[in-house]
């Protein structure tokens, strides 16, 4: 009965190791460090599946006798390449590395069917007995080497590392170096030297002190993230022993009511019918009494960030963001507590602003100084932004004995945080969630630990998001408020400027009037002499007369401006419109102008219209005016070249257009062109009479007149054209 039970329990074993090694290269296939996991714990399936149908296939006993040493020729180079990969998930090795460890293997292999390997074959009460060959000597060359190297290679990254992947390497070290001294003292040394019927234990012993060691480690220090691996393991196995013990009970009834060929072909339906339709239901149900004993917490992770991918991008309430956040995932990871801290900049400290569950004690801030000593000592060890879990950290400090970890352990134990996990925004850590201990007792897997890192970095950004929102919101109200009061002063402003304005017109106005009059007496006794009506004027005397009579029309039409910039800005311009010839009205001040151009040696021309134009409602003189400064200017302000006045009709509207191959302007200068005491630059070089008023009158002319007045140029020194455009038939204006 006992030798049954060994039995069972090292198929039970078997299954374990086949089903680990299947689910955890399915885990990741891209994974070389699981690629290398999965083939140690095949080989040893190998080893110890043949040891066990040597015991029971006494028929072939010496064929499974020599298949049994596949598994000690093949542990050590699959140990090895492990050795090389383990921890680091992302290292790469050639294929020709992994064909070199391969090579004295696959020699080996090629004795296995001679009697280098198994001299002969006898059986004994508890199980079957040889005696081995040379090539055992050989095999313990083999291990001796490469486990030697490969614990060399975990001695070396145990000493370079720190933290979580130090314990991961010591525990996986401890497992495999274990169960190799077993497997190697059962299976190699007591066969060479004592009985070949030891080998039976080998296996099993060394199978259960690896799943001791591992198991641990994959508890307590989330040994490759495959506590799921050992959940489907568990219900693969128990999925297979009930199938098979149902199977047996089935085929033995069937036996007894049924004889041969018929029982053959019933216990095939059987099988087939239990598989098709009990499989399914089976795995479901075995699947909720694993979760139900040992997987309390189980969520799936895709649907969680889902989630919160979803409310992250939907929501800009930082109050409802972080109270979602918290109760969640206090929900999901059932752990006692769950409480987040934003940076608060303007105080320097971390403010709470959301907590779920039953806290330890309160806090409502953390001092900025005391996490930036922290997380200046854990940059130090690459550890800054990483999830800091109590424990790992313990270990750390048991051997770094830094008292910023003391103060930082001190403080988890203190308020029983488990987990804090960071929050960072590029390289500024903008909050901090802290999580209690799990509700079932459970430590965090790397599962946990990896949706807890994406929700981290999606939420740092819609942190930050809801937080500008806020401080928009905030800025948006308190702006509001300073436009209001800057409303109400400026119309108190405006008030006041109108009657400034309206006191500086008439001051204008009247200065104006007043100079006008002794102006008006000066022109005229200044005209009187130079005709000799006091008598002969000397030639002496009349060029300084001149100057001063010129000087005077200046003053005088300055002073006209200035009344017009006071009547247009008082609207008391008048205007008189009156259908006018365009064409004339043109043609009459290119006569005027046709002398003082010819005297400066510039080509001036006028291009009449192609097309009629008929008479149109203007204010002839002050139209007259407007188009009288602007061939004036173009005149003056173009020393050599050409001035070519041009007037066109396009359908219902007419152009006036002045182009000269003057000083040209320049972008900046044609936006402040049109404004009051506006010159070009340089202008007062060329023409030092200009007051910048004659551009700003004929603009508030034109825009009377329903028209549009603006200049272009290519730039400085490419000449400048000057355009007026009027609609002909401008009703508002024949009213």
Do not use: C
Request: charged letters at 25%; glycine letters at 6%; a positive charge.
């Amino acid at each position: 009965m006992s030798v049954n039970i060994l039995v069972v329990l090292r198929i039970l074993m078997i299954a374990v190791f086949l089903a680990l090694s299947f689910f955890v290269y399915l885990k990741d296939r891209k994974s070389l460090l699981n690629k290398a996991y999965s083939l140690v714990i095949f080989t040893g399936f190998i080893w110890s599946f043949t040891v066990l149908m040597a015991d029971i296939d006494l028929d072939r006993a010496l064929l499974w006798t020599q298949l049994s040493l596949l598994g000690p020729i093949f542990i050590p180079p699959s140990f090895l390449l492990f050795s090389t990969i383990f921890p680091y998930k992302s290292v790469l090795i050639s294929r020709g590395k992994i064909i070199l460890f391969l090579i004295p293997s696959l020699i080996l292999t090629l004795f296995i069917f001679t009697k280098f390997n198994v001299e002969r074959v006898w059986f004994e009460k508890w199980g079957t007995d040889y005696k081995p060959g040379i090539l055992y000597i050989f095999v313990f060359f083999l291990f001796a080497i490469y486990i030697s190297y490969s614990v060399a290679l975990f001695l070396k990254k145990y000493r370079a590392l720190k933290g979580l992947e130090r314990l991961q390497i010591l525990y996986v070290l401890l497992a495999i170096i274990s169960a190799v001294i077993t497997g190697f003292v059962f299976n190699l040394l007591l066969p060479l030297f004592v009985s070949g019927q030891s080998s039976t234990y080998g296996p099993s012993l060394s199978s259960f002190i690896f799943f001791a060691f591992t198991t641990y480690a994959i508890l307590r220090y989330r040994l490759m993230d495959i506590r799921v691996i050992i959940r489907r393991s568990a219900v693969f196995t128990a999925l297979v022993l009930f199938i098979t013990a149902l199977y047996a009970i089935i085929a033995y009834l069937l036996s007894v009511a049924f004889i041969g060929i018929q029982s053959i072909i019933l216990n095939g339906i059987v099988m087939a019918v239990l598989v098709a339709l009990g499989f399914e239901p089976l795995k479901k149900f075995l699947s909720e009494i694993t979760d139900s004993f040992l997987f309390k917490a189980e969520y799936k992770p895709q649907e969680v960030l889902s989630e919160f991918s979803d409310k992250l991008a939907s929501t800009l309430d930082l109050n409802v963001l972080s109270q979602f956040m918290v109760q969640r995932l206090n929900a999901v990871l059932k752990t006692t507590f769950a409480s987040l801290f934003l940076l608060a900049e303007e105080k320097k400290e971390y403010i709470k602003v959301a907590e779920s569950g039953k806290i330890i004690g309160k806090i409502n801030y953390i001092d900025k100084n005391l996490f930036a000593k922290v997380y200046n000592y854990l940059k130090e060890i690459n550890k800054a932004k990483d999830i800091l879990v109590r424990e790992e950290i313990k270990k750390i400090n048991e051997q770094a004995k830094s008292p910023v970890l003391g103060i930082l352990i001190r403080e988890f134990e203190k308020y029983q945080v488990n987990l804090m996990v960071p929050f960072y925004l590029q390289e500024k850590l903008i909050g901090i969630l802290f999580l209690g201990d799990k509700k079932s007792g459970d430590v965090y897997s790397q599962e946990d630990l990896r949706v807890l890192e994406i929700i981290a970095s999606q939420s740092a950004v819609s942190i930050n998001n809801a937080k500008l929102f806020e401080e928009q919101k905030h800025f948006a109200e308190h702006l509001k408020k300073e436009v209001d009061k800057a409303t109400k002063e400026l119309k108190i402003a405006n008030i006041q400027l109108r009657k400034l304005d309206k006191a500086k017109s008439e001051f204008i106005s009247i200065a104006s009037h007043q100079l006008r009059t002794p102006l008006t007496v000066i022109r005229g006794y200044i005209s009187m002499i130079e005709q000799g009506d006091f008598g002969i004027v000397s030639l002496k005397v009349k060029e300084p007369l001149d100057r001063v009579y010129k000087s005077t029309m200046r003053i005088i039409g300055l002073v006209e401006d200035l009344l017009n910039i006071s009547r247009i800005e008082s609207g008391r311009l008048k205007y008189d419109f009156k259908p006018t010839d365009l064409i004339a009205l043109v043609t009459d001040v290119y006569e005027e102008l046709k002398q003082q151009a010819k005297n400066k040696g510039l080509q001036f021309n006028f291009i009449k219209p192609e097309k009629e134009i008929p008479q149109i409602m203007l204010d002839q003189g002050k139209i007259r005016e407007v188009i009288m400064n602007l061939t004036d200017n173009a005149i003056k302000y173009t020393d050599s070249g050409f001035v070519r006045v041009k007037l066109e009709r396009d359908d219902d509207h007419v152009t006036f257009s002045v182009v000269d191959s003057g000083r040209g302007l320049e972008p900046d200068e044609i936006l402040l062109l049109f404004q009051k005491f506006s010159r070009a630059k340089g202008a007062q070089l060329m023409h030092t009479e200009g007051t910048g008023l004659g551009l700003y009158i004929a603009k508030n002319i034109i825009a009377k007149h329903g028209g549009k007045i603006w200049v272009e140029s290519p730039g400085k020194g490419q000449g400048s054209t000057f355009y007026i455009r009027f609609k002909i038939n401008n009703k508002r204006l024949e009213k």
